[in-house]
């Protein structure tokens, strides 16, 4: 057995976060065999076109899959799109659910199109992990860590607020989260000593680097053995890197960093980068 694989979700309900999110929670038969590994745990949705109900593919096998999917014709080929999940539990009824958060922005992009729409019983297909231990989550902390540092954006905030809730008590944690309105702030779980400091966008111009970058700039940091996660905006996402690594001395193998998406570049473009081996490597030792 492999440690991904093709699992059928169903909308059982939807519920509003914020300005910006909106939670959606799947049930279905096939959750019996998802394990989520927690933290920021990936997987792939294939959202259906417009003018389909639910996802329907081809292939699900794992050799036939991808060329069957990428064969079929544009107007009906799911969307195939990378998300977190925020919550695996199974209720005292024994039904596994899991949630996933989306980010609303109208119909601009097939997701957001998709997740304001989405009705009960409306089903898609996904890739996701069939065992907790998987190369998809990506936040490792070393056991020395008693620090942790986070940035993320709206589309990272999913996975940084599952990675609060499952830290150990004792962990001091420092985290900057953009997002686009005030009323996008959330209340999460997390450390006693945690210090959230909202960084809010109203207008997502070219300038956010640097709108994030005074706000990390401005903390004093507590001393310890710091473990630092980023993920968000491609291009906000190196300038907090390099902020860490070149002005707080913070041992870039301790960093882990991922661009969840680009200014200026498509995610059928991202995608394709990917699949080419061009998408910008998020090993540690990377080159800043």
């Known amino acids: 057995m492999t440690d991904f694989g093709f699992f059928e979700f169903e909308v059982l309900r939807t519920r509003r976060l914020g300005h910006s999110f909106l939670r959606v929670t799947f049930g279905g038969e096939s959750l019996r065999d998802f394990r989520s590994g927690g933290f920021d745990q990936s997987l792939s949705l294939f959202l259906p076109q417009p003018h389909r109900e639910h996802t329907e593919l081809p292939s699900t096998a794992e050799d036939t899959w991808f060329g069957a999917w990428r064969g079929m014709p544009d107007e009906d080929r799911p969307v195939m799109r990378s998300y977190t999940v925020r919550e695996q ?22 997701a957001s199109h998709w997740a ?54 004792d962990v001091r944690v420092r985290a900057w989260f953009e997002v686009p309105h005030a009323d996008d702030r959330l209340a999460l779980s997390a450390p006693a000593d945690t210090e959230i400091t909202w960084v809010v966008r109203e207008d997502p111009g070219a300038g956010r680097a ?34 860490f690594v070149q002005e707080r001395s913070v041992d870039r193998k301790s960093v882990r960093f991922t661009g969840y998406w680009r200014l200026g570049a498509s995610e059928e473009q991202l995608l394709a980068e990917a699949y080419a081996g061009q998408a910008p490597s998020e090993d540690p030792e990377s080159a800043l």
């Open 116 to 169: 304001g729409r989405a009705v009960p019983g409306s089903r898609i297909m996904v890739i996701g992990p069939r065992v907790a231990e998987n190369k998809s989550v990506r936040f490792q902390r070393p056991s020395d860590a008693d620090l942790v540092l986070v940035y993320a954006d709206e589309t990272a905030l999913p996975a940084a607020a599952a990675i609060l809730e499952r830290l150990p008590a």
């Open 210 to 243: 640097e709108h994030v970058l005074a706000a990390v700039r401005k903390a004093d940091l507590p001393a310890g053995t710091p473990y630092v996660w980023l993920a968000g905006e491609a291009g906000t996402v190196r300038a907090v890197r390099r902020h």
């Open 89 to 110: 539990r199974r209720t005292p009824a024994g039904v596994d659910e899991v949630d996933i958060d989306f980010v609303l922005h109208g119909d601009s992009s097939p």
